[in-house]
C-alpha cells in the first residue's frame, strides 16, 4: 500500500538542488512543533484559557469559532490559492492573525467573554492553519524518511510544549506561551524565505519550482488512505472529549503524551536508520504494521481499565496514547506527501484535508452531545470497521501481487 508512495516521493528526492540547510536531517522543520502544540491547546480544554471559557460557558464558542477560521482558510486557499504564489505574504499573514488570536485572549478580563471567545477562536483558528500549510510546503524539501524522522521528532518537541503549558498558572500567562508558540512557529519560516530570496537575487540557487506531478488525486489516496483516515479519527476523538474536558468531567494525566511519543519516535529512528530501499523494506513493513497495531491498542484501552493492577496508573493512558501517536505522526505525513504527489497541488489537498479534520471535530463534538458517554461505543465501533477495512485492504494487496508475481 505504501510503496507506490514511499518510491515516489524517494524518487523526487532533494528537489529543485536542495541545500545542506534543507537536507532530510534538517532541525529546521522540528519547528513545526510550536505549530502543533498550539493547535492542541486550542482544541483540547484541559488548559488555563479554556478553563476560564468553561465556567463562563463560553468554551464551545470557542471551539466553534476556531473551526470557523479554519474553514475560512481553507476557503480562501479553494477559491484564490496557487502553489507559485509568494510565500512571505502568506507566512505573515497567519503570524499576525495568531497573534491577533492571542490578543483577544489576553483582554479576557476587559472585553467581553464571548466577544474574546469568538474572536481568539477565529483568528488563531485561521493563522495557525496558514502556518501550518507552510510548514506542509517546506516538508516537500524533504525525502520521505527525513520527512517521518523531521515530524516524529516535532510532534515529540509539541507534546514537550503542551506538557509545560499545563503548568501555566494564569490564563495570562497561558496566553502569554501560546503567543510565544505561535511566534516560534512563524519566524523559522519567513528568515528562511528572506534567506533564499537573496540566494535567489545573488545567483546562487535556481528559483523554486514546484515538484511536477508523480501521481493522481486518486491513486495517492488510495495508497494513503489508512493514515489519513487514522488521524480522522483523531480529530473525532478530539470533539468528543472537548466537553467533558471543558467541564471538569474527564481525568487525564500529564505523563502520557510526551512518554508515549518519545517510546514512537525512537522505534521511527530504529525504522528510518536502517531503512536501505527506496521500495518496500523495513518502511514499507512498519506502514503495514503500525497503523492495525495502533487500532489493536486503543480498542484494548477498556480492557486495561478493567485490570484492578493497572488503575491508577498511568500504564493505560501511556498504552492507548501510542495509538493516537502513531495516527498523528504518519496522517501527517502522508498528508503532505499526498499534497506533494498529486496533479490538483498541494494547497488544495491540503485544503480540503483541513477542512475534513475540522468536520471530523463538530462531528465529535455532536456526537457527545447527542449521545453523552455513548460517544465513547461509537468511536471503538469506527475503530473496529478502520481495523478491519485496513487488514482487508493488506490482504487484498497481498493477493494482488501474488497473482502478479
Known sequence: MITLIIGSFEREGDINSTT???????PAGIALSFVLAAFGLC??????LLAVYGLEGVAGLFACSFLIGVVLLCMVILVSSH????????????????IVGVVFALLIN????????????VFLGFGLTCLLRQWGRYYRLFTYRGALLNTSLSFLAASCWWFAMEFAGTPFLFCLGLLVLAVCGGLPLLAREIVVADEVRAGLRDEYAPPKPISTMSQAMRNGWAAVLGLMFNFFMVGATFWPYAGGLAVTSLSPKPLAYVLVVAVIWWV???ARGVV???MKSFYHIALPVSAVVLLARPLLDSIDVLQGTVVPYVFSYLGVTVFNILGLVVLFWTAKSSEVGFSRVFAMFCASCAASVAAGMVAFQLLGDGAGVVSLAMLGI???LVLLDQIRGHVSRSVAG
Request: with cysteine; proline share 2%.
Open 280 to 282: 518496500g523494506g523495513i
Open 20 to 26: 545542506a540547510y534543507e537536507r532530510e536531517w534538517s
Open 110 to 121: 476587559i472585553a467581553p467573554i464571548a466577544v474574546c471567545a469568538a474572536g481568539s477562536g
Open 386 to 388: 478502520y481495523l478491519v
Open 272 to 274: 528510518v536508520s536502517r
Open 83 to 98: 502553489d507559485e504564489e509568494r510565500r512571505r505574504w502568506s507566512i505573515g499573514v497567519g503570524l499576525c492573525a495568531s
Open 43 to 48: 482544541l483540547r480544554a484541559d488548559n488555563q
